[in-house]
């Protein structure tokens, strides 16, 4: 039995060429950070920072 109530999870992680929601991340406070999905046509568009997620 894990407790409840403990690991709220505030950041999104959505796709900064399509906006497609990727991931969730246990944040402090409410924040949406860019990363890029898996879809072919984002994956291959251009770099910057891209957070990489396997
Ligand atoms: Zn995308």
Redesign the pocket.
Same mark, same amino acid.
């Given at each position: 039995m894990k407790p409840i109530g403990q690991s709220v999870k505030l950041g999104l992680i959505v $796709?900064q060429? $399509?906006g497609?929601w990727i991931d969730e991340v246990e944040t402090e406070k409410v924040t949406v950070l860019y990363g890029? $999905?898996r879809?072919d046509s $984002?994956r291959n568009g251009k770099r910057q920072g891209d957070i990489e997620h396997d």
């Open positions: $796709c060429h $399509c497609r890029c $999905c879809e $984002c």
